[in-house]
């Protein structure tokens, strides 16, 4: 498995303890997407391994899928370290998150406009690094 892709893993895993699924996804997303046969079984072998970190705490969500809040993200792009997706949230409304993927940053945001989560992905300065 590449670095880059265990840092993100391990992002989104820190990501999901904090009960933030959302970000985590979207970090975890083009990660996976992007992966080769050999790198792609790495990830779901390191999956399973942290399945009790991705599934959280929340006993609410035992017996539901691994990731309940798994949104669809479309027209994932990334600004610098930060990556922007459009997604629908639980009530079916339009939302924009930014996340950004450097390590110890912790920057992430949900916007009601795409305008706004790309304007905080510009001028965002990471302290993550
Ligand atoms: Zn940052």
Not at 45 to 57: C, F, I, K, Y
Not at 116 to 126: D, V, Y
Request: charged letters at 30%; hydrophobic letters at 40%.
């Amino acid at each position: 498995m590449r670095p880059s892709t265990l840092r993100a893993l391990n992002r989104a895993a820190e990501l999901t303890r904090q009960n933030r699924l959302t970000e985590a996804m979207l970090i975890a997303e083009p990660v996976i997407l992007v992966a080769d046969d050999i790198e792609g079984a790495e990830i779901r072998r390191w999956l399973l391994d942290h399945v009790a970190d991705l599934a959280g705490e929340n006993h609410e969500t035992e017996g539901a899928p691994l990731m309940p809040a798994n949104p669809r993200f479309r027209r994932v792009v990334r600004i610098g370290p930060v990556q922007v997706a459009t997604y629908y949230d639980g009530r079916g409304r339009e939302k924009h998150a930014a996340a950004c993927t450097a390590p110890r940053c912790g920057f992430s945001t949900d916007y009601d406009s795409r305008a706004a989560a790309e304007l905080a992905a510009r001028t965002h300065r990471c302290s993550g690094r």
